[in-house]
């Protein structure tokens, strides 16, 4: 199987979804959709949405019903690239080989742009089967998802974004900038910051993909290692990684004293732990045989890429 080519199809099922939810440019008040537009259709790589989706192929064909949780994870996850960017936390100019949200628009509007995509992630996952109608890429999951699986999903997202997942994370890292940490400081940093929004990704897919007991579990130890090591792979870039390939300057952990596995384990170690998550990373997915190949390519991707 060309695993590029499926996770090149995949993302354009997400941007296409994307696109059906977001309020046109020239939809009044014009400036916010314009800000929310800029910053969803930046050219990410959609990692975490298409790895939701992969995680409930496992278990089931029908896709469309996991389309409104997979770009509500987006949502969630570009409100926050807006939010980290800003002044007040990482002061960055550029995101994806363009200006910033706050840059293009101004901070107010930039707030505002991710407030609003916050809140419009879960306005999509809590409408009624007779709006889910509406927009193709909703029908599904309005009409086939049950109450209760909805109210986890929407529950179990909203405690990844908040206090006990990535915000939490933030402040801590806020919190940390500057300081010698000990390493379990650093592991909470990235488990919850980066690794709480893919680990609930992984969830997400098993759950709305019908998986069983074992699988939830199974694939949380999985979604776990992924988070951790994307963050640590997220450090090293910034030491070793080509500016011109990510998009944003590197270098920045260490201007700005970031805490990070490199400034207390050093370059070669880091290096060997992402090696050793790898490993274990792709042992969760023996279970799942040949229907995780396409899984197993992006795992591989997630820890050795170089942008």
């Known amino acids: 199987m060309d695993y590029g080519m499926e996770l090149k199809e995949k993302k354009q099922l997400i941007e296409d979804a994307l696109d059906s939810y977001l309020p046109a440019e020239d939809n009044y008040p014009v400036r916010v959709h314009q800000a929310m537009r800029y910053s969803i259709f930046a050219g990410g790589k959609r990692i975490r949405p298409v790895l939701m989706i992969l995680s409930a192929e496992l278990f089931t064909d029908e896709i469309n019903k996991v389309l409104p949780a997979a770009c509500s994870m987006e949502m969630i996850h570009t409100y ?6 800003l002044p007040a936390m990482d002061d960055d100019t550029y995101r994806r080989g363009r200006l910033t949200c706050h ?80 390493k379990e400081v650093i592991d909470y940093i990235n488990k919850n910051k980066t690794g709480k929004l893919i680990e609930t990704s992984i969830r997400l897919g ?43 300057k590197s270098g920045m952990d260490a201007e700005k004293e970031k805490a990070t596995y490199i400034a207390i384990m050093g370059l070669e170690k880091t290096k060997a732990k992402r090696d050793s998550l790898y490993e274990q990373a792709v042992e969760q997915l023996v279970p799942y045989g040949q229907s995780a190949s396409v899984l197993h390519g992006i795992t591989n991707f997630i820890f050795y890429r170089d942008f």
């Open 80 to 85: 926050s690239l807006i939010h980290d960017d």
């Open 103 to 182: 840059k293009a628009f101004g901070e107010a509007t930039a707030i505002l742009a991710g407030d609003a995509l916050l809140t419009m992630a879960f306005e999509i996952l809590s409408e009624n089967s007779s709006a889910c109608k509406q927009n193709k890429y909703s029908e599904s999951y309005g009409d086939d998802v049950r109450p209760e699986t909805k109210l986890q999903v929407i529950n179990e997202l909203a405690k990844a974004a908040g206090v006990n997942g990535m915000i939490g994370g933030q402040v801590v890292d806020l919190e940390s900038e500057g300081k010698v940490l000990e």
């Open 206 to 248: 098993v759950l709305l993909g019908g998986g069983e007991k074992d699988d939830l579990a199974n694939l949380t130890r999985y979604g776990m290692i992924l988070g951790e090591a994307f963050q640590l792979v997220d450090d090293l870039l910034d030491v070793v990684g080509d500016s011109t390939k990510m998009g944003k």
